[in-house]
T-cell receptor
Framework: DTEVTQTPKHLVMGMTNKKSLKCEQHMGHRAMYWYKQKAKKPPELMFVYSYEKLSINESVPSRFSPECPNSSLLNLHLHALQPEDSALYLC?????????????FGQGTRLTVV | GIQVEQSPPDLILQEGANSTLRCNFSDSVNNLQWFHQNPWGQLINLFYIPSGTKQNGRLSATTVATERYSLLYISSSQTTDSGVYFCAVERGNAGNNRKLIWGLGTSLAVNP
């Protein structure tokens, strides 16, 4: 099983709303990632969790708040977003700390901020 | 930092044609992956290929690490091959310093 599951698939939210994106994997991977992707661009890394600890924050605004409750789950809490935050949000996972491990992606959440 | 360049940026094929996509990278890497992003946004792993050659059906890939390039071959293309093909590399130490660096992609359209 090489599946990373993201929910919801689509989300429309107002600028004053609070919402959460969820990501789950059962491959035993210990590194999990959030990416943001705008149209016709490659994914941009936002956060990396390694062994359930935040190891990389790519200077993401505080209106995005990641959480890793356990080794299988990754959340992204959203609050007071702006229309320019509309994008495809992708979750990924890979095995362990060693470099060069293959990354697997979820199908993404397409977020629209109105 | 490491640079990843993909070519061509855009490609239009007639169904049944073959094609080669290229990925050049500017430094040694410990991971190279090819992905296909379908029109719905799903990033599908094609190959994990830091070096050597692999084949999977109509697709194959070769990475020549010493010369810092990778090639993705698509044979007998089908309309379902349409989408964007990304090359992504990783150059980092164990533990916290691990990131995929992405090329800008090759946008492929296969016409029936």
């Amino acid at each position: 099983d090489t599946e990373v599951t993201q929910t919801p698939k689509h989300l429309v939210m107002g600028m004053t709303n609070k919402k959460s994106l969820k990501c789950e994997q059962h491959m035993g991977h210990r590194a999990m990632y959030w990416y943001k992707q705008k149209a016709k661009k490659p994914p941009e890394l936002m956060f990396v969790y390694s062994y359930e600890k935040l190891s990389i924050n790519e200077s993401v605004p505080s209106r995005f708040s990641p959480e890793c409750p356990n080794s299988s789950l990754l959340n992204l809490h959203l609050h007071a977003l702006q229309p320019e935050d509309s994008a495809l949000y992708l979750c990924a996972s890979s095995q362990g700390r060693a470099p060069g491990r293959e990354a697997f992606f979820g199908q993404g959440t397409r977020l629209t901020v109105v | 930092g490491i640079q990843v360049e993909q070519s061509p940026p855009d490609l239009i094929l007639q169904e049944g044609a073959n094609s080669t996509l290229r990925c050049n990278f500017s430094d040694s890497v410990n991971n190279l992956q090819w992905f296909h992003q379908n029109p719905w946004g799903q990033l599908i792993n094609l190959f994990y290929i830091p070096s050597g050659t692999k084949q999977n059906g109509r697709l194959s890939a070769t990475t020549v690490a010493t010369e810092r390039y990778s090639l993705l071959y698509i044979s007998s293309s089908q309309t379902t091959d349409s989408g964007v093909y990304f090359c992504a590399v990783e150059r980092g130490n164990a533990g916290n310093n691990r990131k995929l660096i992405w090329g800008l992609g090759t946008s492929l359209a296969v016409n029936p």
